[in-house]
């Protein structure tokens, strides 16, 4: 806990160790959470280089949509069905 300027008491967050996707591009910053992708092996949307998995320490956020990739790709092959009929 910490005093802030505006005398009220904040808590820490609690933190886990959650798998991310990182950037393999040197210089670039972009990584995103595994659990909010919608592609097995994820591009970085910054600059479009492949991605590689990897461990963080972050605060504890819960996807209550836990399989946006099997959904993704069921959306996909609907369309494509759709538009090839």
Not at 13 to 42: A, H
């Amino acid at each position: 806990m910490y005093f802030s300027a505006r005398n009220k008491y904040f808590e820490a967050l609690p933190v886990e160790n959650t798998q991310i996707w990182s950037c393999t591009k040197e210089g670039c910053k972009g990584w995103m959470r595994d659990n909010f992708t919608f592609e097995y092996q994820p591009v970085c949307c910054l600059c479009s280089s492949p991605m590689v998995s990897k461990m963080k320490m972050l605060p504890l956020l819960v996807n209550s949509n836990d399989e946006l990739k099997a959904i993704r790709k069921s959306v996909q092959m609907n369309s494509t069905r759709l538009t090839t009929s």
